[in-house]
């Protein structure tokens, strides 16, 4: 799950991790409620979506006075930001961050997230702060220095003094800037959190160390643990049709494609979706409708997969282990027998009574396209959209 900037404050306020002051503002009035409460005389007028590159897209401006606090606030608010997260169609702000300006010497970056292939987190900085840190991965990696968290153990004491030399800092600074790294572990551990990142962290002209920015990711596993971090979802940001998939425990993730796929286990769908780019298809979606793959799953799983208009065939593979194929086939017909779908489907059965549910299938007064491997489902799936 992600949260906005200023709910990822409100984390590192908890634990003490610096940051402007601030609040949220859903309106022009409540921009200047909030610019009125701050002890500046500079303001920062942010718009809260869940992407990066606000900046470049004008979602980020410096009002010297509360009159500008209020222009930038109505031409923000409402307003569709394209970065390079959001995607063509881009995002609708509704909400801004109003704080305090900052006198800035520096900009550099932090962030911690997991390593899976050492299988521990890494604390990760960088001088290069402020520009987009994939940009600087791969065009400048040896930029981005990394310490690897022993799970257990925790940041040392010896790797925080590192990454501060790391950041250039000096003198006092290095201690401030060990104190900051310790309590971001700390509101990093303590949330469940996959991903924290600053961007930028900045050194103030009198030598303070602050959170500029501020990103959160969260364990979707581990949210039962933190109902005031789930309060902090906002649908609004998500996609609509990722949403209602999640209210009957479907895992779906739509994808720029044209085959719809319907599968049971995470890692098949993940083979399906390849063997469907290996045959020259593109997969509209990532779904896993579990191990039951009941009448009601099914025909819930066609109803998001056909609220995609990209759509032109799709792709059933299931395999037989838990399940019965012969009752998976008649769930299938059954759930088609509520939900309409006008694409050819192509099925593909294996493991326990899969002769079975092939033969109910191709007895049906339903045109269901049969594939008897995973192999000949790709090619088959793939031949009935080009037709």
């Known amino acids: 799950m992600n949260i906005h900037e200023y709910q990822a404050k409100e984390i ?3 634990y003490n991790v610096p940051v402007p002051k601030g609040g949220v503002a859903f309106s022009v009035e409540e921009a200047l409620e909030v610019a009125n409460s701050l002890d500046s005389n500079i303001f920062v007028v942010k718009a809260q979506i869940h992407a990066g590159g606000r900046g470049k897209a004008g979602g980020v401006k410096i009002a010297k006075n509360l009159d500008e606090v209020s222009l930038y606030a109505n031409e923000i608010l409402g ?3 394209v970065t390079h997260q959001t995607g063509p169609a881009g995002k609708t702000v509704s909400r801004l961050l109003i704080e305090e300006g900052i006198d800035i010497a520096r900009e550099l970056y932090m962030g911690i997230v997991l390593d899976r292939q050492s299988g521990k987190f890494v604390f990760m900085v960088s001088e290069e702060g402020g520009m987009e840190i994939e940009k600087v991965a791969a065009e400048t990696p040896e930029k981005i220095i ?4 022993e799970p257990g153990i925790g940041l040392q004491a010896f790797q925080a003094r590192k990454l501060a030399y790391a950041l250039g800092l000096e003198g006092v600074q290095v201690k401030q800037g060990s104190k900051f790294m310790f309590a971001l572990c700390t509101a990093f551990n303590a949330s469940d959190a996959s991903l924290v990142e ?5 050194v103030t002209s009198s030598g303070d160390i602050m959170a500029l920015d501020a990103k959160m990711n969260f364990d979707d596993n581990a949210l039962y643990r933190h109902a005031d971090i789930l309060e902090f979802r906002d649908l609004s940001e998500e996609e609509p049709s990722e949403v209602e998939a999640s209210k009957f425990n479907l895992n779906y993730i739509k994808l720029d494609g044209n085959v719809g796929c319907m599968v049971n286990g995470a890692g098949l769908a993940m083979g399906t979706m390849d063997i469907i780019k290996l045959y020259g298809g593109e997969p509209a979606n990532f779904l896993d409708v579990g191990g039951v793959a009941s009448p009601e799953t099914v025909a819930n799983g066609f ?5 995609d208009e990209n759509v032109k065939a799709v792709l059933i593979n299931i395999f037989g282990g838990i399940v019965r194929c012969d009752r998976v086939a008649l769930g299938i017909i059954q759930a088609l027998g509520e939900v309409k779908v006008d694409v050819p489907i192509v099925v593909r059965l294996a493991g326990t009574n899969a002769e079975e549910g092939s033969k109910i299938l191709a007895d049906s007064d339903m045109d269901f396209i049969v594939a008897q491997s995973l192999a000949e489902a790709a090619e088959k799936v793939t031949a009935a959209i080009e037709e």
Do not use: A
């Open 198 to 202: 600053i961007n930028p962290l900045v």
């Open 79 to 81: 307003k569709t930001l």
């Open 12 to 14: 590192f306020r908890k």
């Open 303 to 307: 109803r998001i997969i056909m609220s």
């Open 146 to 149: 990394k310490e690897w968290i």
